[in-house]
């Protein structure tokens, strides 16, 4: 917490190298700039492992975007991750507003009225956390509709609000955009009187299908060099801004924590492995490929803790449906008292949402820093997210946390938390009420 260089390296990484969309030379960058920083400080078994991206994806011209009817006005719009390119001359058509994408049937009865047309999805009406085998029916179903465009909903003040409706580093169907709350707003007002015809047009770069890095180095264990403690973050970031928080803390903390643990002497009983995933915001696919090749390997690797909430200060652990880690934890519990940190979460609202959950669902213990998010949701995924953003004490008050609690792990005469089987596994997600959400995701390899 004192001479840390999580801020510097977080620095070096969004100022330095900037935004990092995966498989971009930026991120290609990125991997080397990590792999000298492991370098530099000594550590073992520095390499990399790929995984396959269906496309890599850029914008290129940015988007431009207006109302045509019933008068001309501009709007604040982007292009989606993952889209394709609008046609030369770009896209024009009625607006036709979706209020429910879900149900499916409701969406259907629309079908005539959306073909052809630029649908408006109102964001709102998924509620803030629908079932992912829905909303994965209801966008299969808006595929078969054959519209001519989809536009979303960013936040407000036309904030670019980076996200993608393609799934597994794939492309969407059609052209899909999004546009700021405030010009959702007058278009739903427009279209109360009469038709919405807009014309929008952007160009973004897409290159096909290729193999992506993520980065692995280890500090060998001092007696139980087989068994693994991994910590973990993702690499890539979206591109509105530089991935400051959104994961520059996370990569951070994982140099910091390989540094300060290196700089001990001390190496803990178990092997501790950093990863830096790529691929995360695309659907968890470098984390995924990882735990799938490695899954022969699971019951060797004894915990994995995932750092992806931001730089705000850390509560403690989210433990992400697996209850039994609290008593695990309650051993270094004082440790991390003491650095206010010695909360545990059993919230699983975020349990598929970032890179512990290839392991998890594997019956691997897994924790993910539990950090305070209400100045971190204002900026996560768009412009804001800079470096000028992230506060060091706070950074460095997380990077202790998870050095304190990985050492104690990595260092401990017991293992962490058993292993669960997949029954195990099953019980775990009814008792979280994600079950179905699991299937929905395995069914697209999502997750192992
Ligand atoms: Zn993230």
Do not use: C
Request: cysteine-free.
């Amino acid at each position: 917490m004192v001479n840390g260089q999580a801020y510097d390296y977080d620095r070096q990484l969004s100022d330095g190298i900037g935004p990092r969309l995966t498989g971009s030379d930026n991120y290609v960058h990125a991997v080397s700039w990590a792999q000298d920083q492991f370098r530099n400080l000594g550590l073992s078994n520095i390499h990399t492992e790929s995984f396959n991206m269906a496309a890599l994806w850029e914008p290129e011209v940015p988007a431009t975007g207006h109302i045509i009817e019933p008068r001309n006005q501009t709007l604040h719009i982007y292009s989606a991750g993952w889209s394709p390119s609008t046609p030369d001359g770009g896209v024009t058509g009625k607006v036709v507003y979706v209020p429910q994408l879900l149900p499916i049937e409701k969406l259907e009865a629309m079908k005539e009225k959306l073909a052809g047309n630029i649908v408006l999805i109102d964001n709102t009406s998924l509620g803030e956390h629908p079932a992912i085998g829905d909303l994965i029916k209801g966008l299969t179903t808006l595929g078969t509709v054959a519209p001519q465009a989809v536009l979303l909903t960013g936040r407000a003040n036309g904030s670019q609000n980076a996200g993608s409706l393609a799934v597994g580093g794939g492309l969407s169907k059609f052209p899909v955009a999004q546009i700021g709350l405030e010009d959702e707003l007058l278009i739903k007002r427009l279209l109360e009187k009469g038709p919405v015809t807009i014309q929008f047009s952007f160009k973004n770069r897409i290159r096909p299908a290729t193999e992506v890095n993520n980065v692995i180095a280890e500090i060998p264990g001092r007696d139980l060099p087989k068994e693994i403690v991994i910590v973990g973050a993702h690499l890539d970031s979206w591109h509105p801004a530089t991935g400051a928080q959104d994961n520059g803390t996370g990569v951070a903390t994982v140099l910091e924590v390989a540094r300060a643990i290196k700089s001990l002497n001390r190496p803990p009983r178990r092997t501790m492995r950093f990863i830096l995933f790529g691929g995360e915001e695309q659907g968890l696919i470098g984390s995924t490929a990882y735990a799938k090749k490695h899954a022969a390997d699971m019951a060797s690797i004894d915990a994995v803790l995932i750092s992806d909430t931001g730089g705000q200060a850390s509560k403690g652990w989210y433990l992400m449906g697996r209850e039994d880690e609290k008593e695990a934890l309650a051993n270094i519990e004082p440790l991390l008292t003491g650095m206010g940190a010695g909360g545990t979460s059993t919230d699983t609202e975020f349990l598929f949402e970032t890179d512990h959950a290839g392991f998890d669902v594997q019956g691997v213990p897994t924790l993910v820093l539990w950090n305070g998010v209400d100045k971190y949701f204002k900026l996560h995924h768009q412009a804001s997210d800079s470096f000028d953003s992230v506060v060091q004490a706070d950074l460095n008050q997380g990077v202790a946390v998870t050095a304190a609690t990985a050492y104690a792990i990595a260092d401990s005469d017991q293992p962490f938390a058993p292993h669960l089987s997949p029954t195990e596994v099953e019980t775990m997600l009814k008792k979280a009420n994600e079950l179905d959400n699991y299937i929905a995701l395995k069914s697209m390899d999502w997750v192992p």
